[in-house]
């Protein structure tokens, strides 16, 4: 019990070294929600594209994609960070918001367009039939339902996003991550910070899964 | 030139193919208004590409398509506009499966013809007692059976004031207990004056409610003329052939 209490204080009472966690908790949730954000309007246009008629935006489309899906996220990063932005005064929140937004983005891309194109193509006719311009159709009646079958993809994908931001200590940002190894640096040790970091995201991916859950049981109930 | 007289749809040598396959061999043909056309003929013979170049779901190769008058080739900027002249039923319904099915009858007018909400939902319940589904108006078309779905189909089609409508194969997906509700409809559409077009291999419908029968045969319009010229005397060989499976 003394070495539990010991450990709690050294690692987070003493110099309000808590403070690292909270901080870096704000910095990652701020860059996931942000990023999730403009990961999803990214990935809508993308997949947009992928299943237009217009060559040149689908090839425009596809391209993007397999950029971000066959690069690691922590070179988009860099690059992001050193050669796009470099001689720029962008904070480096902003960096890594676009960064794994612009990640984020080609995955839900894939998955947006997947479930566009599962939805039965007799809905686009039927939606055009009936006096529909393009858009109109895509958006009340093809994304409407694209939507509720992605659901579940879409939630993996959050998950997936929030747990990727622990690179940002790559462009020297204190999130959650590196927040937890500051503290293991001036401790020296290693459990008590680390498996609290690992509490944490464990706490907020699940999190994610309630409440999709939640929305995609709500979808559901009212088609039955 | 009388009101009787009024061309709805006319085709002019309407070619369709899909890559090397001929489906469409020139079709032209006229569709007054008030007519109801059946359509019929084996499978594969190109009736429903022929109804879908009509309202330019599929894009004619070659030809022309006139709807009341105005070149639908010509026009393909307006196809929006065109098409909400021409209502269009299709076999496997295509309900929009999200909406309730008021919602699926009203949706339209209102995005499409910005039309104010309230007269809209009123004029969808009108609809929906047309084809005898008031009580189903805030259900969901997966709570439908078949032929509820496609009499649904058929307001959501109506809800646009069409002036023409095409049914592909209307009752082929529905079970056999099903399909007269679906006629019903139908004749009474036919009865309040609708132009309609109609590929259907329900024979019974043709004979009784048409003007006129079209056969086709391998992407053109092997024989043509009144349900009992092509019935009782068909002319075409293969007609004969046709009707003798099928009757
Ligand atoms: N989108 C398409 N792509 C390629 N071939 C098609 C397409 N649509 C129809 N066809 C072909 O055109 C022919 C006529 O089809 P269709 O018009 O559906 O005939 P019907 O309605 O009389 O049964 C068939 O051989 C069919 O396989
Ligand atoms: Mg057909």
New binding site residues.
């Given amino acids: 019990m003394d070495g539990l209490y010991n450990a709690i204080y050294k690692n987070f009472i003493r110099d309000d070294r808590y403070m690292y966690i909270l901080n870096g908790l704000k910095i990652t949730i701020i860059i996931a929600l942000a990023a999730a954000v403009l990961g999803m309007v990214i990935g809508v246009v993308m997949a947009l594209g992928k299943t237009s008629k217009n060559k040149i935006f689908k090839a425009l489309a596809s391209t993007y994609v397999e950029l971000i899906r066959g690069t690691p996220t922590v070179v988009q990063l860099l690059i992001i960070y050193y050669i796009i932005f470099g001689s720029t005064a962008v904070p480096k929140l902003m960096v890594a918001i676009v960064a794994f937004g612009i990640n984020s983005g080609g995955y839900v891309a894939e998955i947006v367009r997947a479930g566009i194109q599962a939805v039965d193509k007799g809905q686009m006719e039927a939606a055009r039939s009936l006096g529909m311009p393009y858009g109109m159709a895509m958006r009340h009646i093809i994304m409407a339902q694209a939507f509720r079958n992605i659901l579940p993809a879409l939630t993996n994908e959050f998950i997936t996003l929030l747990k990727e931001t622990s690179v940002s200590g790559f462009i020297a940002l204190d999130d959650l991550t590196k927040g937890a190894d500051i503290i293991r640096s001036m401790t020296f040790d290693p459990y008590t910070p680390l498996l609290t970091a690992a509490a944490i995201y464990l706490v907020l991916t699940n999190l994610i899964s309630f409440i999709f859950g939640k929305i995609e049981r709500r979808m559901r109930i009212s088609e039955q | 030139m009388s009101n009787e007289d009024q061309v709805m749809i006319e085709t002019v040598e309407l070619c369709k193919n ?2 090397e ?1 001929e ?1 469409l061999k020139g079709i032209t043909t006229k569709v007054n208004r008030g007519e109801v056309i059946s359509i019929i ?10 109804l879908r170049c009509i309202n330019l779901l ?1 894009e004619p190769t070659s030809g022309e398509v006139y709807i009341e008058g105005i070149s639908v080739m010509e026009h393909k900027k307006d196809i929006n506009k065109l098409r909400q002249k021409v209502g269009m039923v299709f076999q496997q319904f295509n309900l929009f499966p999200h909406l309730k099915v008021i919602d699926n009858v009203a949706l339209a007018p209102i995005k499409v013809k910005k039309l104010d909400k309230e007269a809209v939902y009123a004029r969808a319940r009108q609809l929906l007692a047309r084809v005898g589904l008031s009580d189903k108006a805030e259900a969901y078309p997966a709570q439908l059976s078949g032929g509820q779905k496609q009499r649904v189909a058929i307001a959501r089609a109506l809800a646009m004031d069409p002036d023409v409508m095409l049914f ?1 194969e209307p009752t082929s997906a529905l079970d056999p207990e099903m399909v007269g509700e679906v006629l019903d409809v139908m004749k009474q559409l036919a009865k309040d004056g609708m132009t309609m077009l109609v ?1 259907s291999h329900e024979m019974g419908f043709a004979r009784e409610v048409s003007d006129r029968v079209l056969f ?1 045969d391998a992407g053109i319009i092997a024989e043509e003329g009144t349900p009992a010229q092509i019935f009782s005397n068909p002319q075409n060989e293969r007609t004969r052939a046709f009707l003798g499976k099928v009757l």
């Fill in positions: 899909f890559g396959l489906v003929g084996p499978s594969g013979s190109g009736k429903s590409t022929f599929e592909d590929v086709m």
